[in-house]
Structures are given as structure tokens and as C-alpha cells.
């Protein structure tokens, strides 16, 4: 008898073009040797990997590693199915997944505007904590607030005043904001 370490896969939630895998153990829990022939998936996005010419003792294992990369939004279902000269020579895993779009999420930032004769603020980004930086907008922003579009991830943020001559100040205490 062929055994799988799984009857049925979900993945869940998988954002659209990336790649992620899990594995199935294939164990031979009879008394004489069998011979996988064949490993495939069948739905979209799922693929499945693993030796399809593999001579199992009994009580050996073989690992079948399934993967599932959506190319678009919605849920998908599939199986993988796994061939061989075993009185059960059929073994079928269901398999599951969702593609889902990143979120874009809105930062809103506001800082306490400059006493000194400021004509604007500029708006520094960085995934890196103390930088480097990327300047968000191209032209001083006269309120002393921003709103930023970003994905999930770890964001800091500085702040420079320039006044009419273009002299920025030093960058503000820098911001570190979280979006799940």
C-alpha cells in the first residue's frame, strides 16, 4: 500500500504570481517493494515535484513537494496524483488555494509645522531603518501633512522644511510605521 502524509492540501491565501510549496510524504506501508510511475496536478497554478521513477522498500518514504503559484485572483482547486504498481495504484490529494491582489494601503502622516519661514516640506521613505532614502514628492508640500500609498511592510519616514532660497533643514526624528 502506498500512504500519502495528507488526504487534502489548502493553501490559502497566496498573493497572485508568488510561488509557495508544501510537502506530501509518500511512505510504502506494505510488506513488498513498489514502484511509483507517475506524479502530476491537475487546476490551475499547481504543479507537483518529485521522483516519478522511484523503487520505495517497504517502510521508506519519498517526499512529493507540491506547489501552487496563482497567476490570478480567486480560489482554485486541483489534485495531485500519484501513480504506481501498489494495490492502491491510485492516490489523489486534494489540493486548494486562493490568489489574492497585495492591498494597497494609505499612510497618513502630519508633524507640527516649522516656526521658521518655511515654504514647504519634503517626504523621505525608506524599508530601511536610517535610510537610505527616497524622496516622495518631487515639489515642497506647503501643508505640513502627506498621505502615502504603500503595500504591506515596514516603512520609516523623515522630514525636511525648505524655505524660499531651496534650504532644506536636517531630516526630523525619523518615523517607523507598520502596515499589515
Not at 502630519?110 to 515639489?139: H, I, M, Q
Given at each position: 500500500?502506498?500512504?500519502?502524509?495528507?488526504?487534502?492540501?489548502?493553501?490559502?491565501?497566496?498573493?497572485?504570481g508568488?510561488?509557495t510549496s508544501?510537502?506530501?510524504?509518500?511512505?510504502?506501508?506494505?510488506?513488498a517493494?513498489?514502484?511509483?510511475?507517475?506524479?502530476?496536478a491537475?487546476g490551475?497554478?499547481?504543479?507537483?515535484?518529485g521522483n516519478?521513477?522511484t523503487?520505495?522498500?517497504?517502510?521508506?518514504?519519498?517526499?512529493?513537494?507540491?506547489?501552487?503559484?496563482?497567476a490570478?485572483?480567486?480560489?482554485?482547486?486541483?489534485t495531485?496524483?500519484?501513480?504506481?504498481?501498489?494495490?492502491?495504484?491510485m492516490?489523489?490529494?486534494?489540493?486548494?488555494?486562493?490568489g489574492?491582489?497585495e492591498?494597497?494601503?494609505t499612510?497618513n502622516?502630519?508633524?507640527?509645522?516649522?516656526?521658521?519661514?518655511?515654504?514647504?516640506y519634503?517626504?523621505?521613505?525608506?524599508?530601511?531603518?536610517?535610510?537610505?532614502?527616497?524622496r516622495?514628492?518631487?515639489?515642497?508640500?506647503?501643508?505640513p501633512s502627506f498621505?502615502?500609498?504603500?503595500?504591506?511592510?515596514?516603512?520609516?519616514?523623515?522630514?525636511t522644511a525648505?524655505?524660499?532660497n531651496?534650504?532644506?533643514?536636517?531630516?526630523?526624528?525619523?518615523?517607523?510605521?507598520?502596515?499589515?
Amino acid at each position: 500500500m502506498l500512504s500519502a502524509s495528507n488526504a487534502s492540501i489548502s493553501f490559502g491565501d497566496v498573493k497572485v504570481g508568488t510561488p509557495t510549496s508544501q510537502l506530501i510524504t509518500l511512505t510504502n506501508t506494505g510488506n513488498a517493494s513498489l514502484n511509483i510511475t507517475g506524479i502530476s496536478a491537475s487546476g490551475s497554478g499547481f504543479t507537483a515535484s518529485g521522483n516519478s521513477n522511484t523503487v520505495l522498500a517497504p517502510n521508506q518514504s519519498e517526499n512529493v513537494y507540491v506547489n501552487f503559484t496563482p497567476a490570478s485572483e480567486g480560489s482554485a482547486n486541483g489534485t495531485v496524483g500519484i501513480v504506481s504498481n501498489a494495490m492502491n495504484a491510485m492516490v489523489s490529494i486534494s489540493v486548494s488555494g486562493t490568489g489574492v491582489q497585495e492591498q494597497t494601503r494609505t499612510v497618513n502622516l502630519t508633524w507640527t509645522p516649522s516656526e521658521s519661514n518655511v515654504v514647504g516640506y519634503f517626504v523621505d521613505r525608506s524599508t530601511t531603518e536610517g535610510g537610505p532614502y527616497a524622496r516622495l514628492n518631487s515639489a515642497a508640500n506647503p501643508n505640513p501633512s502627506f498621505a502615502d500609498s504603500v503595500t504591506s511592510g515596514t516603512y520609516y519616514y523623515v522630514v525636511t522644511a525648505t524655505d524660499a532660497n531651496n534650504v532644506q533643514s536636517a531630516y526630523s526624528n525619523e518615523v517607523q510605521t507598520i502596515v499589515p
